[in-house]
């Protein structure tokens, strides 16, 4: 027998909650440094007269002593109570509103949560007639396994955890958001590397608690569920899959009806104010700017939050449950079995150190400097997530051991398993710079398509169009290659760890990520609160490079979402005793190329909704402006309710059938067609909804940077092409527009789709092998 892991039991049951404990309690700090940015006029006259004789003066701004006052309590006001509530006399706040979308869209989703959970419950229950029986073991005959009718309630549990575990992170992510742009808003008065510094410490406050919550929730839930399972650890991890299940459904919900409110909102400000009325992005006088500023929290936080915790908690289940029918699940080896677990906790610590980097160890000084700093995060992160990993495969794995493969036992050694691991983690890094060089105006791909803006809207579209699809070129290199090599060397296991190793860093990717929307709220403030020229270049500067980070998230996630998918995939077709997937047989073909298709159907109906509310949001608009007087001369404030009233309603009601689309498929193909078409369907969806999700995410992110490359003005190219509201600008604009829903509703909605498509089809595995394909069965 092979000599066991180096790291005993009691050490690994230490190290994970106590690296969860830490993450924590980083994310607890940074949002207290962000706290101590005072929201009040006295702090901040006190910090300036400080601040004036020390040596980072040539930073802070001119306003410093000048309306002073004013400044902070219009930020304050702004943040807390700038739009209208139920009386002039009561303002309800950005914050308010967005705390109000999403207690109203979890009460939809809450609705939806409770009704699956009834049918994850009888159609495993089912699988055996409701039996109490321990029944033999799926994949040891031999041995002896607890009920169907447990698998059934304890997936049920681990749905219900990974469900509200993401809800609690999107919700938790955006609050951070909203107390934090007012915040950011004010330090840029200082100079850009102290608002940079707010954003990014914001931004680490989400992405270290939800990392660190993500594993904390699915280490408890392994132990509470072992108390009952005891040596049955074969039924003990395929009723964790439902923890995956749970945060990916949830994540669909806030991906979809976050993404719908923001855009709708975005379009109608854009092209009514910019385009027609010439007036800044987040002019004050514009009545679809409160409900833009809070789409940016509940669609690009909140929903950006719940999504890469579904991506963690997927690629766990996947792992965990491969490895429970390896030598480690069948010799009961617990260090080696959390592998996954010891990964992420090893991440964690990771982060925190590449976190210090940005933060405390070097300062920025100049808009020029902002996306390095944010890309040596990457860099960095990766190095000493490598040296972590090398770490964590000597110490937790034995070094040889046999990982299932379709039937059979394959030999591997621990140093497969760590290239396994590293080769996920550098892949992301790759997907992450190609992004960048496809979405940052700093290259020439973003200002070729700025340059195409000189003969109007439509060779900017063509021309965004065209660097969206070649950018899909070398991510899916990369990604062939990390599934080729991990296969290769661990089976679906190996798949399922390269995953997990694209997202080890997710703090860190996490933090970047609402970094961009924080910015983007920081500038909309400075613009509504009249502060400076300099004041909006400098926060402009810091949305800027968070549209291309926001973009390299997105390649992060899509990236994940795919070798994710494939790992559920490899599971699924072992748990429904599928011997090979052949594409020729009818079966499989016809859900092949009906799989293809879903991705499309999805993004039109996304894109669609987008495009319906924001017809509205423009008509509304276009109203206020044309029979409210003086709202253009800023002497009447606009009707800023009743925008946010149409992407609300929108969101919640167009949110239901995209959902419906991903959760109904599988069920009624599994049920209707039985386990080999909906593994043809699994392939499609996961083949064409990969190359869709990243051209869509690229192109709308290429034509955003466009249009600020136009507006910064920061090199002889890009005046020639300004100044705002110039023909080229107003093109660029248009192009920026119906980029919105393709990058932040349907491509990040669609790598959500590709993995809650597989992980439901796992989850209900048991109950399509044994009473699915009722038509063929006739037939």
């Known amino acids: 027998m092979a000599a066991a892991a180096i790291l005993p039991e009691l ?34 006259a006190d910090s300036g007269a400080a601040k004036s004789s020390g040596p980072s003066d040539y930073l802070i701004e001119e306003e410093e002593g000048l309306n002073d006052h004013n400044v902070v309590e219009k930020c304050a006001e702004i943040q807390s109570a700038i739009s209208e509530g139920e009386s002039e006399k009561s303002p309800g706040s950005v914050s308010t509103r967005a705390t109000s979308f999403l207690f ?32 033999p073991c799926h994949y040891s005959k031999d041995k002896t396994c607890k009920p169907a009718l447990a698998n ?34 004010l330090e840029a008065r200082k100079g850009v590397g102290k608002a940079f510094i707010t954003a990014f410490r914001s931004g680490a406050v989400m992405g270290f608690l939800l990392a660190a919550s993500g594993l904390l929730v699915l280490y408890i839930a392994i132990n509470l569920f072992g108390i009952y399972y005891g040596d049955d650890w074969e039924g003990l991890f395929e009723a964790i899959t439902g923890y995956g299940l749970g945060g990916s459904s949830m994540a669909l919900f806030g991906r979809v009806g976050g993404g719908i409110y923001t855009k709708a909102a975005d379009v109608g400000a854009d092209l009514v104010g910019k385009v027609e009325r010439n007036i800044p992005e987040d ?56 592998y996954p677990l010891l990964v992420s906790s090893v991440g964690i610590i990771a982060c925190l150190i590449t976190t210090l980097f940005a933060t405390d160890f070097f300062e920025i000084k100049a808009v020029d400097e902002i996306e390095p700093a944010l890309k040596k995060q990457l860099i960095i992160s990766t190095v000493v997530m490598t040296i972590g990993i090398a770490l964590i495969s000597w110490l937790g794995l034995p070094y040889t051991f046999t990982i299932f493969n379709f039937g059979v036992q394959k030999t591997v ?27 940052s105006n700093a290259y020439s791909p973003v200002q070729d398509v700025a340059d195409s803006c000189r003969t109007g809207a439509a060779t900017n579209v063509i021309f965004g169009l065209a660097l969206g699809y070649k950018s899909v070129i070398i991510p899916i290199f990369a990604i062939a290659f990390s599934i080729f090599l991990s296969f290769s060397l661990a089976a679906m296991y190996g798949v399922a760890v390269a995953a997990l190793g694209m997202l080890s860093t997710i703090a860190t990717g996490l933090a970047i990520d609402a970094y961009g929307p924080i910015s983007d709220n920081a500038g909309g403030i400075a613009e509504m609160a009249g502060m400076s020229h300099r004041i909006r270049e400098r926060t402009d500067a810091l949305d800027a490079a968070g549209n291309t980070t926001a973009a390299i998230g997105k390649g992060f996630a899509i990236g994940s979402a795919a070798l994710v998918s494939l790992a559920l995939f490899g599971a699924f077709v072992s748990r429904a005793a599928i011997s090979t997937v052949d594409v020729l047989t009818p079966k499989v073909f016809i859900g092949l190329i009906v799989g293809a298709m879903l991705p499309y159907w999805f993004s039109a109906m996304t894109m669609k909704s987008v495009g319906s509310a924001a017809l509205k949001m423009v008509e509304e608009v276009r109203r206020q402006f044309n029979t409210i007087s003086g709202i253009m001369e800023g002497t009447t404030k606009p009707d800023y309710a009743t925008c946010v009233k149409i992407s609300t309603d929108a969101s919640i009601k167009e949110m239901i059938p995209p959902g419906a689309l991903v959760m109904l498929t599988p069920l009624i193909v599994g049920i209707l067609f039985g386990v080999e078409t909906l593994s043809g369907v699994l392939a499609g969806a996961l083949v064409s909804g990969v190359q869709i999700a990243i051209s869509a995410s690229n192109t709308g992110g290429a034509w955003d940077n466009a249009k600020k490359y136009i507006e910064a003005g920061a090199s002889e190219h890009a005046r020639t092409l300004g100044p705002k509201g110039s023909e080229p600008h107003k093109a660029a604009v248009i192009g920026d527009t119906i980029g919105d829903p393709l990058k932040d509703t349907s491509g990040p909605s669609l790598n959500i789709l590709i993995k809650l498509m597989a992980v439901e089809s796992l989850v209900f595995a048991p109950f399509f092998a044994t009473h699915g394909g009722i038509l063929f069965k006739w037939l």
Request: glycine share 10%; hydrophobic share 50%; proline share 3%.
């Open 152 to 185: 059934a309630i304890f997936s049920t549990i681990a749905f219900v955890l990974g469900a509200v575990t993401s809800l609690v992170s999107g919700f938790l992510g955006m609050k951070i958001a909203t107390y934090a742009n007012a915040r950011t808003t």
């Open 11 to 44: 050490a690994t049951q230490v190290l994970i909650p106590v690296a969860a404990a830490v993450g924590i309690a980083f994310a607890v700090l940074q949002w207290v440094l962000v706290s101590k940015v005072r929201l009040t006029p006295e702090r901040r």
């Open 283 to 338: 002019d004050p006088r514009n009545p679809a700017v409160i409900a833009d500023n809070v789409g940016d929290n509940v669609g690009d936080i909140a929903g950006m939050g719940s999504d890469l915790f579904g991506s963690y908690a997927e690629s766990s289940c996947a792992a965990l449950v491969v490895a429970s029918i390896s030598s480690f699940g069948i010799n009961h080896e617990f260090t080696p079995m959390v």
């Open 104 to 135: 109203t869209e979890y009460k939809y989703v809450g609705l939806f949560m409770g009704i699956f959970a009834i049918l994850i419950f009888l159609f495993l229950g089912s699988v055996e007639g409701f039996s109490t029986k321990s029944q």
């Open 413 to 439: 050694q621990s140093w497969q398993l760590f290239l396994c691991v590293s080769v996920g983690l550098w892949a992301g890094l790759i997907i992450g710079f190609i992004t960048e060089y496809y979405t």
